[in-house]
């Protein structure tokens, strides 16, 4: 086993394509094959499948993957600490559902690492390509929600995928509405105060069942419904069709000025937002600093509601 085939596993899970991957690497594809092959046989165990549609990475290659990448990040720490060669670049990634508080974080993180070369991703996505992408570490963090609906299914999932959820907040529901909609200036509203109005929600893609919706109540029937598959368009829609749709009631005026309004929801339901990660992967130190600061900012944007 080298230090250079856990670099190929890292980018062949990365890239999720061999071919992909040997161009980022600079070698062919059948030296990176049998490069992956060698160290399977190796070790004995299948790192990856091979099949119609693309590379995809077993359980046990998720287990080992997360020992490669330490691995691979030590050696990187120790060469720079020893040389004079350029620091590393860092990867960090992120997936979540369609939360302002994770976005802030993310720009406080970025702000505040003061490195020359660094590669972060973040992704409002899926429920279930957020579950996805920590299980086979495509992420190290996702960021979702569950309630009494939704929980057992999604604790199921992430169950079978070796994931932890850790709570961060527990909230009531409220109405996300443009702040000159005719209820913005409610106590609070009913659900039949808002049978006029159109409801937006997410788009869950092939996993578009009612456990995976990104909003809570998703079984009621609603004589106006659209989709949509991002948040600038979603606010949008709120302001220009006084539509509405429900969340935890935390919003960002930095991020998404005070033309959207929280309003509290009469209803006898929770929410509870978490983050998941791998149990096989040690967390690195920029995701323990970035959930300080999705704290940071779930705290902040909570007193202002």
Do not use: W
Request: no cysteine.
């Amino acid at each position: 086993m080298t230090l250079q085939q856990l670099k190929y596993v890292i980018e062949v899970s990365r890239s999720r394509s061999i071919s992909k991957a040997a161009k980022k690497l600079f070698i062919s594809q059948p030296s990176l094959s049998n490069a992956i092959k060698e160290l399977e046989n190796e070790i004995g165990i299948t790192i990856f499948l091979r099949t119609n549609k693309g590379i995809i990475l077993t359980a046990e290659g998720s287990e080992f993957l997360g020992y490669a990448r330490q691995v691979v990040e030590q050696a990187a720490l120790l060469e720079n600490r020893y040389s004079n060669t350029q620091q590393m670049q860092h990867h960090f990634s992120v997936s979540a559902q369609h939360y302002a508080f994770a976005v802030s974080a993310f720009v406080r993180l970025i702000k505040e690492y003061d490195q020359e070369e660094y590669e972060f991703t973040l992704k409002e996505t899926k429920t279930y390509e957020i579950i996805e992408d920590v299980k086979n570490l495509r992420s190290e963090i996702g960021i979702l929600y569950v309630n009494d609906f939704n929980r057992k299914v999604i604790f199921k999932f992430l169950e079978e995928g070796n994931l932890t959820f850790h709570e961060l907040f527990q909230a009531d529901p409220h109405v996300f509405i443009s702040s000159d909609h005719p209820l913005a200036k409610e106590d609070f509203v009913t659900l039949e105060d808002l049978v006029p109005y159109p409801y937006l929600y997410y788009d869950q893609g092939d996993y578009n069942s009612f456990y995976f919706s990104e909003e809570i109540l998703s079984t009621l029937t609603r004589p106006k419904n659209i989709m949509v598959t991002d948040r600038a368009t979603l606010f949008n829609l709120l302001i220009g069709l006084n539509g509405y749709t429900i969340s935890t009631g935390v919003i960002s005026h930095k991020l998404n000025g005070k033309n959207i309004v929280a309003v509290p929801l009469q209803v006898d339901e929770k929410i509870t937002v978490g983050y998941i990660t791998h149990k096989n992967m040690k967390r690195s130190q920029l995701a323990k600093i970035y959930i300080e600061y999705l704290k940071e900012s779930i705290e902040e944007e909570r007193r202002r509601v």
